[in-house]
């Protein structure tokens, strides 16, 4: 009996010590609206991304560098080998300098892509320049 109670006892004291701390934590994401090509129909959607676009830098990048970052089934229609030279923000008009590499994207639909995400985030004009001429 002194044995049966003793195992009762270790099982308990076994049990209650294999109680873990366990911590929480999270991260919350930055969702943002874009406009992205949807590959079935090939129209330009809106659709919901988790990326975070601080400038007009990051817009840019999101349709060449970032295109990853569109759910599955939407493309950018941008190349993603397009250099951005230089950009820069005048009285809410965004003007973008690129290489030669835009020349091999659907540069209209990239161009409204860039147009319709940009004025999600306030900007009322987008400007491509290419070798010192505006492209668009």
């Not at 569109?70 to 923000?89: D, F, H, R």
């Given at each position: ?33 874009v406009y992205a090509i949807k590959e079935s129909s090939q129209k330009l959607e809106e659709v919901i991304i988790e990326y975070k676009l601080e400038n007009e830098e990051d817009l840019f990048v999101l349709y060449t560098r970032y295109q990853n970052t569109l759910p599955i089934g ?63």
């Amino acid at each position: 009996m002194k044995r049966l109670l003793l195992c009762i006892g270790l099982i308990l004291l076994v049990c209650c010590s294999c109680k873990k701390n366990i911590e929480v934590s999270f991260e919350e994401i930055d969702e943002i609206s874009v406009y992205a090509i949807k590959e079935s129909s090939q129209k330009l959607e809106e659709v919901i991304i988790e990326y975070k676009l601080e400038n007009e830098e990051d817009l840019f990048v999101l349709y060449t560098r970032y295109q990853n970052t569109l759910p599955i089934g939407y493309v950018s229609p941008a190349n993603p080998n397009i250099t951005l030279l230089a950009s820069e923000v005048k009285n809410k008009r965004v003007y973008y300098t690129v290489d030669n590499y835009i020349l091999l994207s659907d540069i209209p639909v990239f161009h409204e892509a860039l147009i319709q995400t940009g004025k999600l985030l306030g900007y009322q004009e987008i400007h491509i320049i290419l070798n010192e001429n505006q492209l668009i």
